[in-house]
């Protein structure tokens, strides 16, 4: 098995992190809208735009996880979890470059996670 840069960034970052799967299931079921344009910063709470994106993830619909991630990030830059879940996100589409970038600022971010 071949092991590289990105590899090593990316599993650092994503086991130093909280598993985000198990907490996710045990938040409430979201009623995804129709298509990410739906979401508004006063529709949805961010815990449940962060369930909407982690569950578009888990469908394999990348593109919408991302723009719904990235929506929490432009609202608030300072939780290492939602760079968490843009790296699991840019690791399915192989934007490695991305992956890189995102999971730096995660640990920038709380470079102290457990």
């Not at 045990?26 to 815990?47: C, F, G, M």
């Not at 962060?50 to 608030?76: F, M, P, Q, R, V």
């Not at 995660?106 to 470079?111: E, F, L, S």
Request: hydrophobic share 35%; with cysteine.
């Amino acid at each position: 098995m071949k092991i590289n840069f990105k590899t090593i960034i990316a599993v650092i970052f994503i086991s130093s992190s909280v598993n985000f799967s198990a907490q996710n299931e045990k938040v409430r079921a979201v009623v995804p809208p129709k298509n990410e344009t739906e979401v508004s910063d006063k529709s949805i709470s961010d815990n449940d735009l962060y369930s909407l994106a982690w569950d578009e993830y888990k469908k394999g619909n990348y593109e919408t996880a991302l723009k719904l991630i990235n929506k929490l990030i432009k609202k608030d830059d300072q939780m290492p979890q939602y760079y968490q879940v843009k790296a699991y996100i840019l690791i399915k589409m192989e934007r490695n470059k991305e992956i890189i970038e995102t999971c730096k600022k995660g640990i920038a971010v709380n470079p102290n996670i457990e």
